[in-house]
């Protein structure tokens, strides 16, 4: 019932639209069966490459491969993809079962084939009551469900969506991702997925390649992302609340230091930026006295400037190191208020440091000095 | 509030309705009289004319009191008004005369018998009964006491009044042109006499109706004057030339007319206006004003109706009238250039109305009648329906030419702009130029046929051509405007379709077929709609091309009726025609409607 499914593989592929450049030589290979988020701000060319994986954008350079096959000569309809567009795009004068159908129809299928793949498909998606409707009776959230049945009810080797959630709200939007990911398990299919949302991506991509201005940054596993980003760019736009950073400026003796903390390099940097994700500062209420009772060794001391309280977890905003703001995330039983004076310790072994030029830099950085308020 | 709404709408309907009947019945009457009174004053003055052999005073001075006697040739026998049309010496004071008076008492029987205010009554008060029960089923809350009850009696008050006043208004006019021309028989008498005719044939020259004491009596059994009465006439001392005045025949005492008729004078009221111009004329009867009246009196009891359940809620009805008197001067526009014409239109088709004849008779559906039996004009339907043909082929073009032309390159650009520069050119400077282009002798066209060993073709002056020239030349004067639009409709159709249909396999046709086409749907409808109603309104091709010919091939609708009105003068049969084409327009649009719309709906 279910054919195998492909795997894509781009070879440096370019995009460009006059003078700007869409995509930026790609390379990225998706396993049969995995699914792939694409996620990075708009306008960075996620889109694109999908166009280009469907055929709908012919590249300017580069190789596309879906399997074993070479498809940059192939038109979109034979290359066993099916795509879900974020406006749905139903056919408005089609009912939902033609709809379903249609892609079947222009490829002359048999009509009781039809009939029988467009009922399966929609017992799956719960749409056997709306078949004889036509979209614009369709709420949103069914309108989704049609979009993905007419991708599903061709059996393809790859789904390609783009931004299929953003039109959704917020719950329905919830419902839909777990939709999805279900409907990975069960038709093991190779699913690519764009979105510029990175909570999206990171919940539902096994494997999520973050894109800005064309380039693919980093493709890794969410976790991976998350936790070792290999550039500054990936390290701000995966996470919430975002990473906290610190500009720091080369010293004379080679390293760089920047507020309280000061770093050697290895080799010698201009200049460099701090990141720590609010989850690995831990923050200390005054009453405790570290220089007298030192439980908790602090790196820095800073003012609060405002609590969220959250329920499951407070976000606490800082005045601080140095001229930064830092949000430092903590367990609810945290008691401070703002304007509070409060100790900062920092996990070390799970911050980085990027280069000038955003890059990642070796190991987590440790401080051979910290400089002490006061 | 749908129902209330609908309600004071239909009872101004049926008010219309009822008070257009009454007042239908009460102007054909009138107009009866008025062509009875024609025909039989013609009759008096070409008898006497016949008598006095045109010379004689008394004769002149009869003819002198209320007609003026022009030297003009007789009119194309084309009335067929109720007599023969006179010839002879009689057909100039036939024509020349001021075809006022009504024949009261040939008329007034016959209007007695139909007793127009009860009936009228009547069919008010069931009407209004109707509606009230359709009211008090249709309303939602409970039905305010009354209520109906007022809406019935307004409405059955108000017809009433207007039955009423419209008869009277019938009765007044027609016992003044009964006296007119009772006064103008027994002058006639009086003149025969004095012309030396015996007593029977100046009574045949009255042709005066007779009224035995004063009580009236069917006109066609007392048509001739009795024999007795004509010899006690003679008998007289001196011949009446006044009324009244009461002779002694056999056992009884006639009277005759009614009142002491004075010599008319020309501003006497309700006297028919008489208008000559450059050697026409036109009478302007008193049923026009009636009638504008009559409108304008429903209009107003319309409004007075709508108003009437407002009343009861002051805040609708401040809005209401509000609303209202902004509305005002763009529905009084409407009404003065829109459907008064519109609706002058309707009256004139009734009516044999033709611009040199001063009576407009008033004859129903005859020239429906007629059209439905004349060759010519549907010889000339059948050119616009064979003219249309060229929509459906202008069309296919311009999609393809829209289709071609997308984007914003330069060359396509240009190309954009000449294809639409013919919609936008003055269609005479168009045809001015193409009848140059196509001429027979030194058209460029058939020059260019010439050199390169070609046979001219008679593009404008052959039968079996013209009208596939003027069908190629309107392909090519709509087919820019029609793809600017289409591609105002293809830039509206979303992209992801496209993108959909080519990742779900769909070839160009069928993307066409199944994206482009029912993407277009609103656009092609709106095409269709506009052209084929233009098409059927073509009339500066044809006008300036061809002139209708060569034989009538290219003789379409509206030029024919231009010819109708404005070559033959015959605005009454043009303006049913008008209405004929209107009525198939509006059918063509409302197929389209049902047909293509719907289907449209549905999608």
Redesign the interface.
């Known amino acids: 019932m279910t054919p195998a499914p492909r795997g894509v593989t781009l070879r440096g592929v370019v995009k460009r639209f006059g003078s700007v450049t869409a995509v930026a030589d790609a390379d990225l290979e998706i396993r049969p069966g995995e699914l792939m988020a694409l996620v990075g701000p708009s306008g960075c060319g996620k889109s694109t490459l999908l166009?280009l994986i469907?055929?709908?954008e012919e590249p300017g350079g580069g190789e596309i491969l879906i399997g074993e096959r070479p498809v940059n000569d192939i038109?979109?309809?034979?290359r066993d993809?099916?795509?879900v567009?974020?406006?749905y795009?139903?056919?408005?004068?089609?009912t939902v079962a033609a709809n379903l159908g249609?892609?079947l129809r222009?490829?002359g299928t048999d009509r009781g084939e039809i009939e029988e793949r467009v009922e399966r498909t929609a017992r799956i998606l719960g749409l056997g009551d709306l078949l004889a409707r036509?979209p614009g009776q369709l709420s949103g959230g069914q309108q989704q469900r049609v979009a993905l049945g007419?991708a599903m009810v061709?059996d393809p080797g790859v789904f390609?969506f783009d931004e299929p959630l953003s039109n959704l709200d917020a719950g329905l939007r919830l419902r839909t991702r777990d939709q999805i990911a279900s409907l990975h398990q069960r038709l093991g299919t190779t699913m690519i997925f764009v979105t510029h949302d990175q909570t999206e991506a990171l919940s539902l991509g096994q494997r999520v390649a973050v894109m800005d201005r064309g380039e693919i940054l980093q493709v890794g596993t969410p976790d991976a992302v998350y936790r070792r980003p290999a550039s500054l760019f990936v390290a701000a736009f995966v996470g919430s609340p975002p990473i906290n950073r610190l500009g720091l400026s080369g010293t004379d003796d080679g390293g760089v230091a920047g507020g309280p903390f000061r770093f050697a390099t290895d080799p010698p940097l201009a200049a460099a930026t701090l990141a720590v994700r609010p989850e690995d500062l831990t923050v200390t209420p005054p009453s405790f006295r570290p220089d007298i009772t030192p439980p908790v060794r602090a790196d820095f001391t800073a003012t609060v400037l405002r609590v969220e309280a959250l329920g499951s977890e407070q976000r606490v905003h800082l005045d601080g190191p140095g001229s930064a703001t830092w949000i430092a995330r903590t367990p609810p039983s945290l008691r401070v208020d703002p304007g509070d004076p409060v100790h900062v310790s920092v996990a070390w072994e799970r911050t980085h440091l990027f280069g000038p030029d955003g890059s990642r830099v070796g190991a987590p950085p440790r401080p051979i000095h910290i400089l002490r308020d006061s | 509030m749908r129902g209330r709404a609908a309600l004071p709408a239909l009872v101004a309907a049926a008010f219309t309705a009822g008070a257009a009947v009454t007042i239908a019945v009460a102007a054909r009457g009138l107009g009866d009289a008025q062509a009875a009174a024609s025909g039989s004053i013609a009759r008096m003055a070409t008898e006497l004319w016949e008598l006095s052999g045109g010379a004689d005073e008394a004769a002149q001075s009869f003819l002198d009191s209320g007609f003026a006697i022009e030297a003009v040739p007789a009119p194309p026998a084309s009335r067929a008004g109720p007599g023969k049309p006179p010839s002879g010496p009689g057909a100039y004071a036939y024509r020349a005369g001021s075809l006022q008076p009504a024949v009261w008492i040939a008329v007034l029987p016959q209007l007695r018998e139909f007793p127009l205010p009860p009936t009228a009554t009547a069919l008010a008060l069931l009407g209004s009964l109707l509606m009230s029960a359709w009211a008090v089923a249709r309303r939602r809350a409970p039905p305010r006491p009354g209520y109906p009850a007022i809406v019935a009696l307004t409405a059955t008050a108000l017809l009433g009044t207007v039955a009423t006043t419209t008869h009277h208004w019938a009765d007044g006019e027609l016992e003044a042109l009964s006296d007119r021309h009772a006064g103008h028989a027994l002058r006639a008498v009086g003149a025969a006499l004095a012309l030396g005719a015996d007593p029977e044939r100046a009574v045949r020259v009255a042709g005066l109706p007779w009224a035995t004491s004063a009580a009236l009596t069917r006109p066609d059994q007392l048509w001739t004057m009795p024999q007795d009465v004509g010899a006690a006439l003679a008998a007289l001392p001196t011949p009446p030339t006044a009324t009244p005045f009461t002779v002694e025949a056999g056992s009884a005492t006639w009277h005759a007319g009614l009142v002491a008729l004075p010599a008319p004078t020309p501003t006497a009221p309700s006297t028919a206006v008489h208008i000559a111009l450059l050697g026409y004329e036109e009478t302007r009867a008193p049923t026009v004003p009636l009638a504008a009246t009559a409108t304008a009196a429903s209009l107003l009891t319309a409004l007075i109706l709508f108003l009437l359940p407002l009343s009861a809620r002051p805040p609708l009805l401040r809005r209401t009238v509000t609303a209202w008197a902004f509305l005002a001067p763009a529905a009084l526009l409407l009404a003065i250039f829109t459907f008064g014409p519109l609706l002058f239109s309707l009256w004139i088709s009734l009516h044999e109305w033709h611009l040199v004849d001063p009576v407009h008779p008033f004859v129903g559906l005859d020239q429906y009648h007629q059209l439905v039996l004349d060759g010519d004009w549907w010889a000339a339907l059948r050119n616009t329906a064979v003219f249309t043909l060229h929509v459906p082929l202008a069309m296919a073009v311009a999609l393809a030419l829209a289709l071609l032309t997308r984007g914003s390159r330069r060359a396509v650009r240009l190309a954009r702009l000449a294809l639409f520069l013919p919609g936008i050119t003055s269609v005479v400077a168009i045809a001015v130029v193409w009848k140059w282009l196509l001429n027979d002798g030194y058209g460029p066209v058939n020059r260019l046929l010439g050199s390169v060993g070609l046979t001219p073709v008679a593009w404008l002056t052959s039968p079996e051509v013209a009208l596939i020239t003027l069908m190629a030349i309107g392909v090519w004067m709509v087919v820019g405007y029609q793809m600017v639009v289409f591609q105002a409709g293809l830039a509206a159709i979303p992209r992801d379709w496209y993108d959909a249909a080519r990742v779900d396999g769909a070839g160009p046709v069928q993307r066409f077929r199944h994206i482009t086409l029912p993407g277009l749907r609103h656009t092609l409808f709106f095409v269709l709609v506009t052209s084929v109603i233009g098409s059927f309104q073509v009339f500066g091709l044809v006008y300036v091309m061809t002139e209708g010919g060569p034989l009538g091939a290219t003789d379409v609708a509206v030029y024919h009726i231009y010819r109708e009105a404005w070559e033959f003068l015959r605005f009454g049969n043009a303006a049913a025609m008008s209405w004929i084409l209107f009525a198939l327009v509006f059918a063509a649009t409302w197929l389209h409607f049902r047909l293509l719309e719907r289907r449209a709906a549905d999608a």
């Open positions: 166009r469907a055929g709908l038109p979109p309809g034979d993809v099916a795509m567009f974020q406006s795009a139903l056919y408005p004068h089609m249609f892609g222009v490829r036509r007419r061709r390609l």
